[in-house]
């Protein structure tokens, strides 16, 4: 469920930018070396987390520009994440930086380069714990997308009710 964007959980519809948000949680999973949202049950209120903005974190070296453009893809707002074309030529950009002499590239690329080195290297020295939470089932199963779209819009509508007020005896 984590790697579903909140618009396929309302309204069951795959898009070409919903694989997008699928791939700024990948980002998430590299950048931590843990599962999105590890330790939480997989269930409708994840889901409405979800659908609410909750976004799994970064690690604390990931490079600035590796978390514009994973929380790029995973945007709110499908028609605001980038396509397949501008995430391709980011990351043969940050390639070319990577493979270049430090001395022959830019002082921003090189701050970038060693951003990734610096991140590649705590990478290699983080510690990934696994542990089985029965209710986080890591395995594929049909998501039950009504229910989650019935759930969001009850709250949605009590989060909009108004409040009854006695108005009588204001004076």
Not at 58 to 79: A, G, V, W
Not at 87 to 112: A, C, G, T, V
Request: net charge neutral; hydrophobic share 30%.
């Amino acid at each position: 469920m984590p790697y579903i964007a909140p618009e396929i959980l309302q309204s069951g519809e795959y898009t070409q930018e919903s694989d997008i948000y699928s791939l700024g949680i990948i980002m998430t999973e590299l950048s931590t070396g843990q599962r999105p949202f590890y330790g939480h049950p997989f269930d409708i209120e994840l889901a409405l987390k979800i659908c609410n903005g909750i976004r799994p974190g970064f690690s604390k070296r990931t490079p600035k520009c590796y978390i514009e453009l994973s929380k790029q893809c995973m945007d709110s707002n499908p028609h605001n994440r980038p396509s397949a074309k501008d995430i391709s030529s980011k990351l043969s950009k940050w390639r070319m930086i990577l493979m270049n002499p430090s001395e022959s590239i830019s002082h921003e690329e090189s701050d970038i380069k060693g951003d990734f080195i610096s991140a590649n290297d705590e990478i290699k020295t983080t510690q990934i714990t696994l542990q089985n939470f029965q209710s986080s089932m890591y395995f594929s199963r049909l998501i039950k997308t009504k229910e989650i779209k019935q759930a969001y819009e009850s709250a949605k509508f009590r989060d909009s009710q108004m409040c009854d007020l006695d108005v009588r005896n204001v004076k």
